[in-house]
């Protein structure tokens, strides 16, 4: 159950102020419908996520230990620093075109903006690091939806009253640790080998 709890706790703290988050928010005040958006948003995550999960998994399977724990421990770091730079939405994110509707609009943005976010890459090194393609995708698309589902309902009064810049701090505290338990794993193991 920890690739669950860590998993759902450290993609819903990074989540806060990224680009999907915003994005959320331009969805609910263009659409102004927010159960198709809440449902894009969730069928996006668990397909973009699910599919990172299983690349952390495979990634983990094809390096084996020693070597995973260092590439995990230094990911995990790097990732500590990527999440203390504010995102926003690209110019060139796709465009949302209301032909789509508020459903398959959602589902599309979503999946591709998510391409390559700090949030996919923070789900590829759950996986690997928990080996459980299962927990780990329910566990960032609950952290997802825990983030995303607010700033639908609430829009931009609740994203402007979080400080941001605190929840990020906290996020790159998170991934600091997880950086150095794992690298910590690694150092133990050398000095059982001496």
């Known amino acids: ?3 669950l709890f860590i998993s759902a706790a450290i993609v819903a703290i990074a989540e806060i102020g990224d680009k999907t988050q915003l994005l959320a928010l331009v969805l609910a005040a263009r659409f102004r419908r927010p159960i198709p958006i809440i449902l894009g948003i969730l069928v996006a995550t668990l397909a ?3 599919l990172a999960a299983w690349a ?3 990634v983990a399977d094809w390096l084996g230990g020693e070597t995973m724990r260092w590439a995990l ?3 995990f770091l790097a990732m500590a620093v990527w999440i203390l730079v504010p995102d926003k939405i690209d110019d060139d994110a796709p465009g949302i075109g209301e032909r789509f509707g508020p459903f398959l609009a959602t589902l599309v943005a979503f999946f591709l903006v998510e391409i390559g976010d700090k949030t996919q890459i923070a789900t590829v090194a759950l996986a690997a690091r928990f080996d459980d393609l299962l927990l ?3 566990g960032t698309t609950l952290g997802m939806m825990a983030a995303n589902v607010p700033a639908v309902l609430l829009g931009e ?3 402007t009253r979080i400080p ?3 929840v990020h701090i906290v996020a790159a505290i998170l991934f600091a640790i ?3 338990l794992t690298l910590s794993e690694v150092g133990a193991d050398l000095v059982r080998h001496l």
């Open 73 to 75: 421990g230094l990911s």
């Open 157 to 159: 009064a609740a994203a």
């Open 1 to 3: 159950m920890d690739a």
């Open 164 to 166: 941001l810049r605190l």
């Open 56 to 58: 952390g998994t495979a």
């Open 178 to 180: 997880m950086g150095i």
């Open 48 to 50: 973009n996520h699910g």
């Open 136 to 138: 780990v995708t329910l």
